[in-house]
């Protein structure tokens, strides 16, 4: 684990009594203990995203499972369990022939869905953002239309070593098990392309996506996504009295996924003040500050602790909905600054992404967000200095937005008239300074931006009316 310490920090010789070791190792202990469970969670909650995402997790058990019931079934073919229909039994050369036309055009049909897929996939990444992707990864019913397709080429290979062409007759169970599975994947085929249609829809696509934000947004300031509440807020202490810190470095490039605040407090000594230097969405490279200690750990502990530190942050490839309530803005900023773009050319869909931008600020300005000062009942103070407060989200969600909307009427007019909806819903609540004032500079730099792309003057006056 990389770790830097302060100018001036001190060292302490290595020189501890074994009772003052035998201290410091159960202290050690119980920092592991209390963040253990939060840094498990954090982690199951990654494998678990991945995992949906993954276009093998769902078919590679389906096929396991058509192998094992493919020789349950031919044992009992050979046991004669009971009478089928006449119509249902077949020779052994028919069924042969059967299942040899069933595996090969099933294995044909998964590679057309493949096919689709990725055609789907690069067709959403060109129309309106590489972002809206994932939202074509998880979705289940593809998963388990190629689980289903390998499958049944699966059972139906495993069910040709099961005909004996001496035989009067073939598997009866067998095949009509192999009948059953095609009937199953030509109508998984029929609901996956209607689907596939539907899904292209723009409207679709930042449906989706303001659904995952809704869901974070209706879990602040605390919920079991986001974070749990880890203490009482309170005034940020004055850390430039503090001393020399100990700072605790990134391991890896890459995105912020999930932070666990309990973990991150937990894994400190007791009357602590630790510092996280990033949020939940930022971008973090090797070896800069993740978070800052004061005052400085033990010699002994600084290892562990750092150690402990580094792993409530999980660090990605890629931003995710996992916790990042800001990654749902980035998504339909994308779309619609897509829309706006020569290339496109498409204000409306730019008008509706507003709209949709608007249904997720007005509950996320409605809503408290977590205290970026809390301190807990044995001293240590968490401060989160980086997270984002209302007016960061504002700006973030409309800054790009205004700039590029500003030479289409209709486009201006559907912001400006979000901007004052969310202006009208911030007035007179507490805590909201920040958010009124950031509406209040996009409205002027939205007029602003509308009369310096040379708008005609009736134009011009409907944005500002």
């Known amino acids: 684990m990389s770790t830097r310490d302060g100018p001036d920090t001190p060292i302490r010789p290595g020189g501890d009594t074994p009772g003052h ?26 494998l678990r995203h991945r995992l949906r995402e993954s276009l093998l997790f769902l078919p590679v058990p389906m096929v396991i499972a058509s192998f094992l019931l493919a020789i349950a079934l031919a044992e009992l073919d050979r046991r004669e369990a009971g009478p089928l229909p006449k119509a249902l039994t ?16 099933t294995i044909t049909t998964a590679g057309v869905v493949f096919s689709l897929l990725l055609l789907s996939l690069q067709l959403a990444s060109g129309q309106f953002s590489p972002r809206v992707l994932r939202g074509f990864w998880r979705d289940r019913n ?23 062409a001496s035989a009067r007759r073939s598997p009866r169970y067998t095949v009509l098990f192999a009948l059953l599975l095609t009937l199953a994947s030509v109508i998984g085929i029929v609901i996956f392309l209607d689907r596939l249609s539907r899904a292209q829809y723009v409207g679709r696509i930042m449906q989706r996506v303001v659904r995952e934000t809704l869901d974070l947004v209706a879990e602040l300031p605390y919920g079991p996504h986001i974070g749990m509440q880890v203490a009482k807020p309170v005034p940020p202490p004055d850390v430039s009295a503090l001393g020399p810190p100990f700072v ?22 007791d009357n602590s003040v630790v510092r996280l230097e990033t ?20 010699a002994e502990e600084q290892a562990h602790v750092a150690r402990l530190v580094a792993e409530a942050v999980i660090v ?71 997270d984002l407060d209302h007016g960061e989200y504002v700006r973030d969600a409309f800054d790009q937005l205004r700039i590029y909307a500003a030479p289409h009427p209709q486009v201006q007019q559907a912001l400006v008239h979000t901007l004052r909806m969310l202006k009208s819903a911030c007035a007179g609540r507490p805590g909201r300074e920040r958010a009124l004032a950031e509406l209040d500079r996009q409205l002027a730099l939205a007029r602003a931006g509308s009369a310096k792309a040379g708008l005609l003057p009736e134009d011009l006056a409907l944005v500002e009316e």
Do not use: K
């Open 21 to 46: 070791r035998h201290d410091h190792h159960e202290e050690a202990q119980q920092h592991e203990q209390s963040v253990a469970p939060h840094v498990r969670r954090l982690r199951w909650r990654a």
């Open 90 to 105: 077949f020779t052994p050369g028919v069924a042969t022939t059967l299942l040899t036309t069933i595996a090969g055009a």
């Open 142 to 164: 593809g998963q388990v239309l190629i689980g289903l397709l390998l499958s049944t080429f699966a059972f139906c290979v495993i069910a040709l070593t099961e005909i004996d």
């Open 248 to 269: 605790v470095c990134a391991p890896a490039d890459g995105w912020v996924q999930q932070i666990s605040r309990r973990a991150v407090v937990g894994a400190v000594p």
């Open 279 to 298: 949020r939940v969405g930022a971008y973090l490279t090797r070896d800069t500050p993740l978070a800052t200690i004061w005052p400085v750990p033990p």
């Open 316 to 386: 990605g490839a890629e931003r995710s909905m996992q916790q990042d309530i800001d990654f749902g803005l980035r998504q339909l900023n994308d779309i619609a600054l897509r829309a706006l773009s020569p290339a496109v050319n498409d204000p409306t869909t730019a008008v509706e992404t507003i709209h949709r931008i608007g249904s997720v600020m007005r509950p996320l300005l409605l809503v408290d967000l977590p205290a970026q000062s809390v301190c807990d009942e044995v001293g240590r103070v968490l401060l989160t200095p980086e």
